[in-house]
T-cell receptor
């Protein structure tokens, strides 16, 4: 149980295009989902917290107009990287907190590797 | 702010060797501490946790003790297996929205 999927697992796009990444909790409902970004040999950096039905809360330094987050249902959150540039190339990881879970409880997706040419 | 520092990898060991991966932290208040493991192609999974000083978390032969005096939470295993090869992340939680992670340590166990 407690499986989180991400789609796609990897994507290559041209500079200036937009890319959408999906995060789904497959066997539980999640009121809160988190989006992280991971650079090589570095820790996961929290980008934003999304709560179902409300606007996402972005961490300092994260451009909300560039990284659009939608959490329209209790099992799906999407991250759209708009007008992507090579510096947006990274590994993006989502996690989901179950409705009945503890405050620190999160289940992680396998990640999406984005390469912008 | 909060931060977690882990030893850099990769750590390469032979099967049945003893494992230690160091983790130290800086945090306000009294954090809960965690170790996550990421196997190839999979998401991070919670390995063990400790919520207060002197607590010992354990799972699958791995152990870590919450040391408040040294602000450490080192991961240990007495005899590693090839199947333990993965990336290990130390993390803390203080009641803010999400976890604070270390940079991860890759463990490679050779038969």
């Amino acid at each position: 149980g407690a499986v989180v999927s991400q789609h796609p697992s990897w994507v290559i796009c041209k500079s200036g295009t937009s890319v959408k990444i999906e995060c789904r909790s497959l066997d539980f409902q999640a009121t809160t989902m988190f989006w992280y970004r991971q650079f090589p040999k570095q820790s996961l950096m929290l980008m934003a917290t999304s709560n179902e039905g409300s606007k996402a809360t972005y961490e300092q330094g994260v451009e909300k107009d560039k990284f659009l987050i939608n959490h329209a249902s209790l099992t799906l959150s999407t991250l759209t990287v708009t007008s992507a540039h090579p510096e947006d190339s990274s590994f993006y990881i989502c996690s989901a907190r179950p409705i009945a879970g503890g405050p620190h409880e999160q289940f992680f997706g396998p990640g999406t590797r984005l390469t912008v040419l | 702010g909060n931060s977690v520092t882990q030893m850099e990898g990769p750590v390469t060991l032979s099967e049945e060797a003893f494992l230690t991966i160091n983790c130290t932290y800086t945090a306000t208040g009294y954090p809960s501490l965690f170790w996550y493991v990421q196997y190839p192609g999979e998401g991070l999974q919670l390995l063990l946790k400790a919520t207060k000083a002197d607590d010992k978390g354990s799972n699958k032969g791995f152990e870590a003790t919450y040391r408040k005096e040294t602000t450490s939470f080192h991961l240990e295993k007495g005899s590693v297996q090839v199947s333990d090869s993965a990336v290990y992340f130390c993390a803390l939680y203080t009641g803010r929205r999400a976890l604070t992670f270390g940079s991860g340590t890759r463990l490679q166990v050779q038969p």
